[in-house]
């Protein structure tokens, strides 16, 4: 029974003798299975699909998701062609982001750079607008002081040296009259300024008007000589001795024995002394054929072709003359002709 069973045995190749390339295949085929397009059961195994399937491999670009272990996920297979397309179109939507998101960041800063530019537009046109006001009120001022200017030179005349233009002119329109609407700053800025240049001459031509009329106010007598009431004015009165009307060619002022009287204008003492009617008086020469005459003096502080100034202690009152109590006459005389001294006391 033992040597029966052994021929038996040896009928049956071991394992060990089987070629190497004969199980190779097989392992191969069993192994890929039908994921990997290998050899399945059934199909026979050949080197040129091994070739192919390499080849397939190599035009396809694989995506693998794999977890932190290690551990493959999923894996997809993409064709190259279809992978070249869709990388070109992830780089063009890329690129057309990219632009779009820079066309916004520009677009964003150009707003916010509008917003406030639109201020500053809006903040400049306030200021311009309140430029144009006061341009306005200036004109205006500017217009009053044309007026005043005239009222000043209209009790003096016409000033010498001006004018001088040989053709006529018109209009009653002010600059201040004339509409401010659609007119540019700088226009306004140019008549303003043309304006300004007009009073700045018409405020020289008032400066040398003031220095002639402050020559012409200084000759005046416009001072009192003594601080009183007046008993007696300027014109028709009753004789105190006759009791018939006579002329009255001064103002009696009322004083004390003794007061003081003062010169109400600079000038020269034409006359110092003793005179029929005035008792003791003086008279005082300020220019411009304007005398001033002061009589009842009880006594004389100057004597003729003496200069005073305005305040210079001519006298003191008395009763001398054809005077019925202590007081001052005071007289004015204007080219020789007596004049109400009230139209010369300002001070």
Same mark, same amino acid.
């Not at 069993?30 to 399937?53: D, E, I, N, Q």
């Not at 992830?90 to 639109?118: C, H, K, N, P, Y």
């Not at 306030?126 to 341009?135: A, G, L, P, W």
């Not at 008993?231 to 024995?257: C, V, Y």
């Given at each position: 029974? =033992?040597?029966?069973?052994?021929?038996?045995?040896?009928?049956?190749?071991?394992?060990?003798?089987?070629?190497?390339?004969?199980?190779?295949?097989?392992?191969?085929?069993?192994?890929?299975?039908?994921?990997?397009? !290998?050899?399945?059961?059934?199909?026979? /195994?050949?080197?040129?699909?091994?070739?192919?399937?390499?080849?397939?491999?190599?035009?396809?670009?694989?995506?693998?998701?794999?977890?932190?272990?290690?551990?493959?996920? $999923?894996?997809?297979?993409?064709?190259?062609?279809?992978? @070249?397309?869709?990388?070109?179109?992830?780089?063009?939507?890329?690129?057309?982001?990219?632009?779009?998101?820079?066309? #916004?960041?520009?677009?964003?800063?150009? =707003?916010?750079?509008?917003?406030?530019?639109?201020?500053?537009?809006?903040?400049?046109?306030?200021?311009?607008?309140?430029?144009?006001?006061?341009?306005?009120?200036?004109?205006?001022? $500017? %217009?009053? #002081?044309?007026?005043?200017?005239?009222?000043?030179?209209?009790?003096?005349?016409?000033?010498?040296?001006?004018? %001088?233009?040989?053709?006529?002119?018109?209009? /009653?329109?002010?600059?201040?009259?004339?509409?401010?609407?659609?007119?540019? /700053?700088?226009?306004?800025?140019?008549?303003?300024?043309?304006?300004?240049?007009?009073?700045?001459?018409?405020?020289?031509?008032?400066?040398?008007?003031?220095?002639? /009329?402050?020559?012409?106010?200084?000759?005046?007598?416009?001072? #009192?000589?003594?601080?009183?009431? @007046?008993?007696? &004015?300027? !014109?028709?009165?009753?004789?105190? #001795?006759?009791?018939?009307?006579?002329?009255?060619? !001064?103002?009696?002022?009322?004083? +004390?024995?003794?007061?003081?009287?003062?010169?109400?204008?600079? !000038?020269? @003492? $034409?006359?110092?002394?003793?005179?029929? &009617?005035?008792?003791?008086?003086?008279?005082?020469?300020?220019?411009?054929?304007?005398?001033?005459?002061?009589?009842?003096?009880?006594?004389?502080?100057?004597?003729?072709?003496?200069?005073?100034?305005?305040? =210079?202690?001519?006298?003191?009152?008395? +009763?001398?003359?054809?005077?019925? %109590?202590?007081?001052?006459?005071?007289?004015?005389?204007?080219?020789?002709?007596?004049?109400?001294?009230?139209?010369?006391?300002?001070?």
């Amino acid at each position: 029974m =033992t040597e029966m069973s052994r021929p038996f045995d040896a009928t049956e190749p071991t394992i060990d003798s089987v070629p190497g390339t004969m199980l190779e295949p097989a392992k191969l085929g069993v192994r890929r299975g039908w994921l990997h397009r !290998g050899l399945g059961p059934g199909r026979a /195994a050949c080197p040129g699909g091994r070739r192919r399937s390499v080849n397939r491999r190599r035009r396809q670009f694989s995506l693998l998701v794999m977890r932190g272990d290690g551990v493959r996920v $999923v894996r997809f297979n993409f064709a190259r062609p279809l992978a @070249v397309a869709g990388f070109v179109a992830l780089a063009g939507v890329v690129s057309v982001m990219g632009a779009l998101i820079g066309d #916004w960041v520009q677009l964003r800063q150009l =707003t916010r750079e509008s917003v406030t530019f639109a201020a500053q537009i809006a903040e400049q046109r306030k200021t311009i607008d309140d430029f144009n006001h006061r341009v306005a009120d200036l004109r205006k001022e $500017v %217009g009053a #002081w044309r007026e005043l200017h005239a009222r000043i030179q209209e009790p003096f005349g016409p000033d010498v040296g001006r004018g %001088g233009r040989d053709r006529g002119i018109g209009g /009653a329109t002010t600059a201040s009259a004339r509409p401010a609407s659609g007119v540019s /700053a700088s226009d306004e800025l140019n008549r303003l300024s043309e304006t300004i240049m007009q009073e700045g001459e018409n405020l020289r031509a008032l400066d040398r008007l003031m220095a002639r /009329a402050g020559k012409a106010f200084a000759a005046l007598p416009s001072r #009192w000589p003594v601080r009183g009431a @007046v008993n007696s &004015e300027f !014109g028709m009165r009753q004789s105190p #001795w006759t009791k018939a009307p006579e002329f009255h060619a !001064g103002l009696d002022i009322s004083a +004390n024995r003794g007061t003081a009287v003062h010169a109400p204008a600079a !000038g020269t @003492v $034409v006359f110092a002394g003793t005179q029929p &009617e005035y008792g003791t008086a003086v008279i005082v020469d300020h220019g411009q054929e304007i005398k001033s005459l002061y009589g009842h003096l009880s006594q004389v502080s100057v004597k003729a072709g003496q200069k005073v100034e305005r305040g =210079t202690l001519l006298a003191y009152t008395g +009763n001398t003359g054809r005077s019925s %109590g202590p007081h001052l006459h005071y007289e004015i005389l204007v080219k020789g002709r007596a004049v109400n001294p009230r139209a010369y006391l300002w001070d």
